[in-house]
């Protein structure tokens, strides 16, 4: 299994991000997938799940914001962030399995995003 993650950076608040995560070595269609973030200091935060149906779950803090989805014949699931706040500050990584699993599941690299004025 391999997970790696893009589209982190530096962005302003109330900026937008698009991050991907390519999936290999296992049957991505059929793979329950999240997103899950760590804050500089702080432990693993879920934010996001998508099943297999197409049926997204968010932490709070993501609702609304934040949006997951995912692109089968590309092996890519995708989460675009919306109205960054500092607080979403973290790194950002994907990871197989759903809600509080996917925190202690395999995951990639990460990506890194940075809100600051």
């Known amino acids: 299994v391999q997970l790696v993650e893009s589209g982190g950076g530096l962005v302003q608040p109330g900026g937008s991000l698009r991050l991907s995560c390519v999936g290999s070595?296992?049957?991505?269609?059929?793979?329950?997938l999240s997103w899950v973030r760590q804050p500089p200091g702080k432990g693993l935060e879920w934010v996001s799940s998508?099943?297999?149906?197409?049926?997204?779950t968010y932490a709070n803090f993501a609702s609304g914001r934040f949006t997951i989805s995912r692109d089968n014949s590309a092996n890519t699931l995708t989460l675009q962030l919306s109205n960054l706040k500092i607080e979403d500050t973290a790194m950002y990584y994907c990871?197989?399995?759903?809600?509080?699993?996917?925190?202690?599941?395999?995951r990639g690299q990460g990506t890194q995003v940075t809100v600051s004025s």
């Open positions: 990871a197989m399995g759903g809600g509080e699993f996917s925190l202690t599941s395999t």
């Open positions: 070595g296992f049957d991505f269609s059929g793979a329950l």
């Open positions: 998508l099943n297999t149906y197409g049926m997204s």
